[in-house]
């Protein structure tokens, strides 16, 4: 017969996070660091005092700060520049286009996205941790979703879907790096209508002109 002291639950340890959390935490200390102070605020030191975590935990998973700080800005950023498909690529790559405007203007990600890429022109691992966990998965989801559109039959055969995300896209991160004009939404949707009224085939082409016209 066992006896009530053995049968009794055994608990976890009295304040032990798991490892999810523990990383969630970090990246959110960095991702704070980040917004309010800039780049050069996210040290492993601060990091691991803000999120009452260890450095050797914070070096074993990231390998400088600044990939720490690249995937906090992903993690912040990533639910604002959820890309929609509704079946109508003029009205989803709008309102894509509008939340990263947003992002860039009014939610602090342009001063550390372009703090972000200007460390990474001097800075190799900073410039491969940039890539992998924030422009190359954006851009990704956008050729993506540029070719399934062109399967739907609303963008010509011909149109390559790397060079839409560069017209659009990249003309915005023009005006973030080079602020010789205004980079607003009013600007987004202009360049919304100048791609795709290109790209679109002849009989969306019609549908997307009235809706620019209105």
């Known amino acids: ?21 523990v990383r969630a935490e970090v990246l959110e200390a960095a991702a704070t660091l980040l917004y309010e102070e800039g780049l050069g605020a996210v040290t492993f030191d601060r990091v691991a005092a803000k999120s009452r975590a260890s450095k050797t935990t914070i070096y074993k998973w990231w390998p400088s700060p600044g990939a720490l700080a690249a995937e906090a ?19 989803d790559v709008q309102t894509q286009l509008r939340s990263f405007v947003r992002l860039l203007t009014q939610h602090g990600g342009g001063r550390v996205i372009a703090e972000l890429i200007g460390a ?11 890539s992998a966990k924030y422009t190359l998965p954006r851009r990704l989801l956008a050729i993506d979703y540029f070719e399934r559109a062109r399967e739907r039959g609303q963008l010509d055969a011909h149109v390559d879907p790397t060079l839409l995300v560069d017209q659009l896209w990249g003309a915005c991160y023009n005006r973030l790096l080079v ?7 009013a600007y987004a949707d202009a360049l919304v209508a100048n791609a795709l009224l290109g790209a679109a085939r002849t009989g969306y082409r019609e549908q997307i002109s009235t809706v620019g016209a209105n």
Do not use: C, K, N, W
């Open 1 to 21: 017969m066992m006896d009530e002291q053995s049968s009794a639950p055994v608990r976890a340890g009295r304040g032990r996070r798991s490892a999810a959390i």
């Open 73 to 91: 800005h992903f993690a912040r950023s990533e639910p604002e520049l959820q890309f929609p498909d509704t079946g109508d690529v003029y009205a």
């Open 120 to 130: 990474s022109q001097t800075d190799s691992d900073l410039a491969a941790e940039v």
């Open 179 to 185: 602020p010789d004009a205004p980079l607003t939404e």
